[in-house]
């Protein structure tokens, strides 16, 4: 049964990640967006909201050249501010627990995130999460929905995502999928979960939510 967990906010949180991201941005086109044009953008991705900065300074859409280039900026600004003698993420340790207890159960489950690949990469290493765990960062051309579904392609349901944000309950609307909200931003008739919640929490009320 296929699980798909987004990261920041539901694993952790890694504070002050949208200035990270405009201050990549700066360092490839010279000068920051502000706090308003990343506040404007409709989208909820690295790659949407990158896409929606470039289209609006440049007139253009955004190469994927440039996105490859924002995706290793922007790791290098995570690299620079999270490390053993600088900033450390909360780290919401019952649900990463939980994760590898589900994959133990023998579910088939993914890290599903809006940030750019190697930024993922590097969030999930700084959290621990599990190897065994795939994991699909921001894509060319796909929303959080699209995201969810080549997770999910092939893969027989139940499904389930979990996410920590309005547009991750929206996202998992649009791609017809149940939806476990993390803690007290996405308020809703869906099941929510602390983020203190125990592991063991997290594997009742997912294999409740599928029917195990």
Known sequence: MPLCFDLDGTLGSFGGGFVLLRQALGDLWGDDPTASDLKACAGSTDWEIVAEL????????????????YDRACLLRFQGTFHSEGQSPDVYQGIITGMTRLVEAGHRVWLVSGNAPSVL???????????????LGSLPNL???????????????????????????EAA???????????????GEHPILSVLAEAE???RTVNTILGC
């Not at 990469?121 to 994991?135: C, G, M, N, Q, W």
Request: net charge positive; with cysteine; hydrophobic share 40%.
């Open 54 to 69: 470039h289209q609006k300074r440049f007139g253009t859409a955004l190469p994927l050249g440039m996105y490859e280039r």
């Open 201 to 203: 929490h997290l594997v």
């Open 173 to 187: 609307l649009a791609a017809g999928v149940p939806f476990l909200g993390v803690g007290e931003a996405v308020p």
């Open 121 to 135: 990469d590097f969030k999930a290493l700084v959290l621990s999460v599990d190897a065994r765990i795939p994991r």
């Open 143 to 169: 929303d959080r929905a699209g995201l969810i579904r080549k997770a999910l392609d092939g893969c027989p349901g139940p499904h389930l995502y979990v996410g920590d944000r309005p547009h991750d309950r």
